[in-house]
């Protein structure tokens, strides 16, 4: 599957080491995830001198083209908040991650969209079964 | 005008003192700010009890139903994220405003839509400038 895998960048990279547990068990499954990369260490830096557009157009064209979105909200970002509507408008299946303990924004807990499921995982393990049982669900 | 305003709750409030320079600017030119409570001081606590549908289905309604939306975006907000990309998608005029120094989502520094405007400003009183200038041209 196409897997866009949406997580903060410019909003702080306090579960960085979860979005690369993540992104690792997609990619070892077969899947195919164009942000990758987004999890990795140093991405600030790597994104920073792209220009905003290029990476604006980049992401809404992997959106687009994605079969599901998968988002780590555990850390507030403005574009994965951007993101997760534009896919749910799009009628995207979309996972919205976060860890046990954060705090998640009601636009996202309280939207009623039924291509949205919200879950909470404990260890980055738990993330990855989650990840599992929807990517089931979804397809 | 009937004007949505967006700031961070769950998100942060550091910016609390600019979002209420900014709401009661507008509610004194008297423009109509249904979510000008969410500029208070402890709104965290009063969003809280509310169940997080009932907020979705409100603030969106609110969006439906606005001239223009006006963003802070200057503390990274999931919800603010979603309601930027919301508002575009119903063809709203939406001004996203951060302090100077403050970094910017290139979902939103890097979004084409004619629609967006993205603006920095150094103190409240120049927000409030730059606010009165957009709805100016907006209207």
Redo the contacts between chains.
């Keep these: 599957m196409n897997i866009y895998f949406a997580c ?5 990279r306090e579960f960085e080491s979860v979005y690369q547990a993540i992104v690792h068990a997609l990619v070892e499954q077969g899947h195919e995830v164009p942000t990758a990369h987004l999890a990795e260490s140093g991405v600030g830096v790597v ?1 920073a001198v ?8 980049r ?1 809404v064209a992997w959106i687009r083209a994605c079969d599901v979105l998968i988002a780590e ?1 555990s ?12 896919a749910l ?1 799009l009628g995207k299946p979309v996972l919205a991650l976060y860890q046990e303990g954060c ?10 969209d039924s291509n949205l499921t919200v879950s909470l995982y404990r260890t980055p393990d738990d993330a990855i079964q989650i990840i599992g049982d929807f990517l089931s669900k979804a397809w």
Excluded: C, L, R, W
Aim: proline share 8%.
């Design positions: 903060s960048i410019t909003g702080g994104e792209i220009h905003p557009n290029e990476v604006y157009e992401d909200v850390v507030p970002s403005h574009g994965v908040g951007y993101e997760i509507g534009f408008g705090k998640v924004s009601k636009m996202i807990s309280g939207n009623p």
